[in-house]
């Protein structure tokens, strides 16, 4: 019998319920927040037909008095306080037993439920792969937002909206950091003119594209949106054309698409945020302004590469400043992931500080400052550092899509059929076009060419997200009216995308049989001759004059082991090899180890490096097990093999295609070659010549198979001097390779046929001599390499098909 029990199918069902109903009824609190205390500022006021008697400045006890008692006794009072001047007895306060104060910590109690809430609806949804595996995760989770949303205002309550700078500035921080601290950087810069093209020139024909078709749509009359004017329409269109990085990312990870085609739609979708900002506030200050000169449209086009430049430049000085403060950090170990923390978000902010790329910052700071970090801080802090940016992101995430579903519910709406399907219509066309357009550009430069199934999985997965959402309502009701209106047609197009392309992307990449993301690591052999490779096309570049990418990375790399690292990483660290290092730390702790078990009369001789005199042993259990190599030490000894042990690009001069030097043993190396191509050449034209004797009995297999049945039975003839004379190794007289040839008088002899006395007199058989060591067949030729002898020893060693023999019995019997 199976038990149905806390772990059986039956409850598996059932506990998305048991946590949607749990954090539901964590949520009454909240829902009723607002009669509770209209202002969270204000002190609790008390009831009106028991007024509370304050105490210690402690609004909310729930200890009454009786009516009339109104009077506070001061501490410093001359009277006692349990008498009144008349000396009658005052009554006294009973202790506070149990007194609520929901107004201190209501901010802090329903942040703590939302997060709850978002937790348990993450848990929720895994517990059953089948919901999963079929719907995303963040289509579930704007339908819980949808029915929490429903539910406050279902009370009589008005839910809570996205704040916009709570979104900016508190949400979106950490997924950018998660996305840009652990960002694929080889993949991300060999791909770069492509996501810059994508990210740049794509949105730009986005924006304008979607932006002047609305125009149109707007102009025709009956649809009652004569109103808007083309800045409005081109602001919209620049709202809604960036790709959605949380959206992105939501969506990919779950459907695991090979490398490239993430990074390249992830790519974008990071990158495109400088270009967003630019045209949102180009075209929110154009709508302000009568009349736009051509120095307006210059200055817009310059503020794009400042706002862009400017946010990766704040985010370099940033980690780099990060990097040399970890360099101080090998005694405080603790504080080491909040610098990383703090350091990234001072980035971001100071970018929107001055209203430059915030997102563009914190990739920028987390790329540069990671190899030096990692460097110097210890493996628990990466650990650290690693799994709180993932928690945190996976969090923000989580309350982004709960709150775009509240928001759609709490909001404005302005339905409008016309406005609203065809910005939805418009969207998709101008991705497509987009893309193709792009990549058809794109392709004539790549090497590894962009297919249309690519294509199709680049533009099937451009997602809108929260982003635009913010960047609408941040939008001033006093200019922009028809604000209202470009909300719902915006949400309309993150639900399209989310949940339509979102739900059927997944089948249409197993559909179009779409290379999927490797899940197993690439061993070290594979990362050891990609790096080998690396230089290889290096010095290739060099060669040819080609100062191509692997050029570059090259001198980058030399600068940066040069200078940089002696500055970023700390101690001899930058100096020493870190394999070299690694391997006197586990020497020594080998060492120690076999000191500690008593073991240190079988150390190995190897070990001789460590200075064995200041180990002390300590008084341990005898039977101690050693611990197991853990992961993170395994990831540790693949990084540094795949960082140390391919170093030939360094150890190598530079080559130049003007200054090569000759060298001295070319000449010979060729005239080597050339004596072997005349051997084998030589061979191949005896090929032809090549004859059997056709006398059965005396033929040459049926002798060699006699010898080998006996070879004693047959002596030396002793009239054989002008015969040729054969070699046979008793040592294996079957094998073909035993049969040497001698000598033979002349050459000539090899082109006439065999005459009839030397097939009667038959061949002279002898024992072989011993060749001397040390000489080569092929440049020494002696009697026996002439051509003749070559055609003799290949009629002699060419047995034909012949049965295997039985073991103990020879070839053919003795006396046949």
Known sequence: MQATGCLGVPTLHKLPSVFMVAALLGLLPLLHSHGLQPNPMLASEAPHHYPAVVRGNEPGDFTSAPPGISEEIHPLSKHSSNHTGNGHSKPEKAFPVLGIDYTRIRIPFEISLWILLACLMKLGFHVIPSVSNIVPESCLLIVVGLLVGGLIKGVGESPPILNS??????????????????????????????????????????????????????????????????????????????????????????????????????????????????????????????????????????????????????????????????????????????????????????????????????????????????????????????????????????????????????????????????????????????????????NKFRIVKLTPKDQFIIAYGGLRGAIAFSLCYLLDYSHFNMRDMFLTAIITVIFFTVFVQGMTIRPLVDLLAVKKKQETKRSINEEIHTQFLDHLLTGIEDICGHYGHHHWKDKLNRFNKKYVKKCLIAGERSKEPQLIAFYHKMEMKQAIELVESGGIGKIPSAVSTVSMQNIHPKTLPVERILPALSKDKEEEIRKILRNNLQKTRQRLRSYNRHTLVADPYEEAWNQMLLRRQKVRQLEKKMNNYLTVPAHKVDSPTMSRARIGSDPMAYEPKPDSENLPIITIDPASPQSPESVDLVNEEMKGMSRLPPSPEEDEEGLVMRVKEPSSPGTDDVFTPGTSDSPSNQRMLRCLSDPGPRPEPEEGEPFIPKGQ
């Open 165 to 442: 700078e709570i979104f900016f500035l508190f949400l979106l921080p950490p997924i950018i950091l998660d996305a840009g601290y652990f960002l694929p950087l080889r993949q991300f810069t060999e791909n770069l003119g492509t996501i810059l093209i994508f990210a740049v020139v794509g949105t730009l024909w986005n924006a304008f594209f979607l932006g002047g078709l609305m125009y149109a749509v707007c102009q025709i009359g009956g649809t009652g949106l004569n109103h808007i004017g083309l800045l409005a329409n081109l602001l919209f269109g620049s709202i809604i054309s960036a790709v959605d990085p949380v959206a992105v990312l939501a969506v990919f990870e779950e459907i695991h698409i090979n490398e490239l085609l993430h990074i390249l739609v992830f790519g974008e979708s990071l990158l495109n945020d400088a270009v967003t900002v630019v045209l949102y506030h180009l075209f929110e200050e154009f709508a302000n302004i009568k009349q736009v000169t051509i120095i307006h449209i210059l200055l817009g086009f310059i503020s794009f590469f400042v706002v862009s430049l400017g946010g990766v430049f704040i985010g370099i000085i940033y980690g780099i400043v990060a990097a040399f403060t970890s360099r101080f950090t090998s005694h405080i170990r603790v504080i080491e992931p909040l610098f990383v923390f703090l350091y990234s978000y001072m980035a971001y902010l100071s970018a929107e500080l001055f209203h430059l790329s915030g997102i563009m910052a914190l990739i920028a700071a987390g790329v540069v400052m990671r190899p030096y970090v990692e460097a110097n801080i210890s493996h628990k802090s990466h650990t650290t550092i690693k799994y709180f940016l993932k928690m945190w992101s996976s969090v923000s995430e989580t309350l982004i899509f709960i709150f775009l579903g509240v928001s759609t519910v709490a909001g404005k709406h302005y339905w409008n059929w016309t406005f609203v399907i065809s910005t939805l219509l418009f969207c998709l066309i101008a991705r497509v076009l987009g893309v193709l357009g792009l990549t058809w550009f794109i």
